[in-house]
């Protein structure tokens, strides 16, 4: 499976993005998939993950009621819609797949490139 992450960009406080996550590859439908984010000298950390059916979701405290992880099987794409960003979520985003949901990312099998979003004050 390879993974396209795509659609971050700058926006101000208070607006939203919405990250696609393209996979290639015909097993993909067989995998969860999660989203994580990076922000310089930080760790990497999880942020949402659906699973390969689409019907449980997951999210992190920080990004409940905000974001809404989707995907679409068909399409073999994996969608992050955020809304209500704040400055603290500037991060490189990352979509990875695996076998389940977890936080962790050793437990994820492939990556993508990441996509960075910026958040202005």
């Known amino acids: 499976v390879q993974l396209q992450a795509s659609g971050g960009g700058l926006v101000q406080a208070g607006g939203s993005l919405r990250l696609s996550c393209a996979a290639s590859g015909r097993t993909f439908s067989n995998y969860a998939v999660g989203w994580f984010r990076q922000a310089p000298g930080r760790e990497r950390e999880f942020v949402a993950g659906?699973?390969?059916?689409?019907?449980?979701?997951n999210y992190a405290d920080s990004v409940e009621g905000r974001f809404t992880i989707s995907r679409d099987n068909a399409k073999k794409t994996v969608y992050l819609q955020m809304n209500s960003l704040k400055p603290e979520d500037t991060a490189v985003y990352y979509c990875?797949?695996?076998?389940?949901?977890?936080?962790?990312?050793?437990?994820?099998?492939?990556w993508g490139q990441g996509t960075l979003v910026t958040v202005s004050s």
């Open positions: 659906v699973t390969w059916s689409g019907t449980s979701t």
């Open positions: 990875a797949a695996g076998r389940v949901i977890t936080t962790f990312v050793r437990t994820y099998d492939y």
